[in-house]
C-alpha cells in the first residue's frame, strides 16, 4: 500500500492584543477579530502600561491600540514597543476628530503599520460590527502575511522603519527571484522629468517621513502624492511633512497651479487630477498645469486614486514624469503605471524588505513596469540623480522661498 503524504498543517490563527480604554470597544474590536477563522484574541489590556506588562506572556502577532488612553496613551505605548527588539506590527484605532487624527499621524510616521477609524454613526452593533470588519481585517491579514495575493506581502515584523533593526530576522529580497514579464528597464541617458507622482498606502507616513526630507530646498520640480488616507489625515499629513522638509509641503486645493519646489498631498477622499488649464474663469496669471479636485467614484475602492492621478498627469506632461510607487496594500496605481510607462515615463517601485506591505510596488515590480526595484533609502538619491537633467536644463524654474536661504551648497548627484 502506498503511503499517502500527510497533509500540511492549516497556519495558526494570528494572534491580536487589543488595547482600548473603552469597555465597548474592545468588545466591538474581540467580535471583529473572532469574525474572521484565521484570527484569535490573544488578550485585552484597558491602558497602555498594562499593555506592555502582557505582551511578552501572550506573544501577539498584531496589536491594536488605541490612540487615547489613561494611564499612558497610544504614542507612548508606541513608542515603547518600538524600543523592544521585536517588530510587531501596530494599527492603531483612531476616532475622526482633530485630535485623534494629529496623534495617529505622529503615530504612522512613529512606526505604526497603519490606522482604522473608529465606526460613528452606525444604526447597531451589528453594523458597526461589519463595517469595521471590512476596513480591519483585511489589513490585519496583510500585516501578518495571512492576506490574499491581491493584499501583497508583509514584512514579518512590519513596520518596516527604521531600515534595518540587529533583531529582525535575515530576509532575502524578493527582487531578486521575480519572474518578470519584462525585466528592469534602466532609465533613459536623456530622461528630464518635468514632475514626480508618488503613490503610497499602508506604512506610507513613515516612509514619506524618511524619502521627503532628503530632498533639497532646490529641488527643481513638483511632487504630487496620493496617500490613502481620510480628509482630516491628509491635512495633518502635509502639515507634519511641512514642518520637517525643506520643501514646501501642502494639501492639495481646487485650481492650484502646479508649481516646481512644491509638494502636493491628495485630500482625502478627493480625487487629485492634473488639467493643462484651469477651470477657473478668474485665472489667468499662469500657464502651468492645475490641479483638479473631483468626487468621482473610487477607483481600486480608492479615492484619492494613484491611477487617477497618474493617468490624467500623463495626459498633460505626456513622457516627461518620474513615478514612484511606495508601501501599499492593493494594486492601486498599476494601471496608472502602465500608462505612464507608455507614454514614456520612469517608473521607481520600493522593494519588498524594506515596504510595510508589498502589494501596490510588489504589482508594479511583478508586471515589469518599474524601471528600477530600491530599498527605500535610496529612493531619494535616485530621484536627485534623475531629476538633475531637469535641473540643469531649467534652472530658473523655481519660485524663491524663505526656507532655500542658505541652500545654494546643495550639491546635484549627476547621472
Known amino acids: 500500500m502506498i503511503p499517502q503524504p500527510t497533509p500540511a498543517a492549516p497556519p495558526r490563527p494570528a494572534r491580536i492584543l487589543i488595547v482600548d480604554d473603552s469597555a465597548v470597544m474592545r468588545a466591538l474590536l474581540r467580535s471583529v477579530v473572532s469574525s474572521d477563522s484565521r ?21 501577539p502577532d498584531l496589536i491594536l491600540l488605541d490612540v487615547e488612553m489613561p494611564v499612558m496613551d497610544g504614542l507612548s505605548t508606541l513608542r515603547q514597543i518600538r524600543a523592544r527588539p521585536t517588530r510587531i506590527p501596530v494599527i492603531m484605532c483612531s476616532s475622526l476628530t482633530q485630535r485623534g487624527a494629529q496623534v495617529t499621524i505622529e503615530a504612522l510616521a512613529s512606526g505604526a503599520s497603519d490606522y482604522v477609524a473608529k465606526p460613528t454613526g452606525q444604526p447597531s452593533r451589528e453594523a458597526a460590527v461589519q463595517a469595521l470588519a471590512q476596513d480591519l481585517v483585511p489589513k490585519i491579514l496583510a500585516l501578518t502575511a495571512l492576506g490574499s495575493p491581491s493584499h501583497g506581502s508583509a514584512r514579518g515584523h512590519a513596520s518596516a522603519f527604521p531600515l534595518s533593526s540587529p533583531a529582525a530576522p535575515p530576509r532575502t529580497p524578493v527582487t531578486a527571484n521575480l519572474a518578470f514579464s519584462t525585466p528592469p528597464q534602466q532609465p533613459p541617458s536623456g530622461f528630464a522629468p518635468a ?13 514619506l517621513d524618511l524619502l521627503l526630507p532628503g ?30 522638509c525643506p520643501l514646501r509641503v501642502h494639501e492639495a486645493a481646487e485650481g492650484e497651479p502646479v508649481r516646481p519646489g512644491h509638494i502636493y498631498i491628495a485630500k482625502g477622499d478627493w480625487h487629485m487630477e492634473v488639467s493643462a488649464h484651469s477651470a477657473m474663469p478668474d485665472h489667468h496669471s499662469s500657464s502651468a498645469p492645475v490641479l483638479r479636485l473631483t468626487r468621482q467614484a473610487p477607483e ?3 479615492r484619492p486614486s494613484v491611477d487617477v492621478l497618474f493617468r490624467t498627469a500623463a495626459a498633460v506632461y505626456s513622457g516627461r514624469l518620474l513615478g514612484v510607487i511606495l508601501t501599499g496594500m492593493g494594486h492601486d496605481g498599476l494601471a496608472g503605471s502602465r ?21 501596490m510596488p510588489g504589482a508594479v515590480a511583478q508586471a515589469g513596469l518599474a524601471n528600477r526595484i530600491l530599498p527605500l533609502n535610496a529612493i531619494a538619491s535616485e530621484i536627485l540623480r534623475l531629476s538633475a537633467r531637469s535641473q540643469r536644463e531649467a534652472p530658473d524654474l523655481r519660485e524663491t522661498d524663505p526656507r532655500e536661504a542658505g541652500a545654494s551648497g546643495i550639491g546635484w548627484v549627476t547621472p
Not at 530632498?215 to 514642518?243: C, G, N
Not at 500608462?339 to 502589494?359: C, F, K, M, N, Y
Request: hydrophobic share 45%; proline share 7%.
Open 300 to 302: 481600486n475602492h480608492c
Open 39 to 59: 484570527l484569535e484574541v490573544a488578550g485585552t489590556a484597558s491602558d497602555g502600561a498594562s499593555a506592555l506588562r502582557v505582551i511578552d506572556s501572550v506573544r
Open 195 to 207: 514632475a514626480v507622482l508618488i503613490g503610497v498606502s499602508t506604512g506610507g507616513p513613515a516612509a
Open 339 to 359: 500608462i505612464l510607462r507608455q507614454h514614456g515615463g520612469v517608473l521607481l517601485a520600493q522593494d519588498e524588505p524594506t515596504s510595510a506591505v508589498w502589494g
Open 215 to 244: 530632498l533639497p530646498a532646490a529641488f527643481p520640480l513638483p511632487i504630487l502624492i496620493v496617500q490613502h488616507m481620510p480628509e482630516l489625515f491628509t491635512k495633518h499629513l502635509a502639515e507634519r511633512l511641512d514642518s520637517r
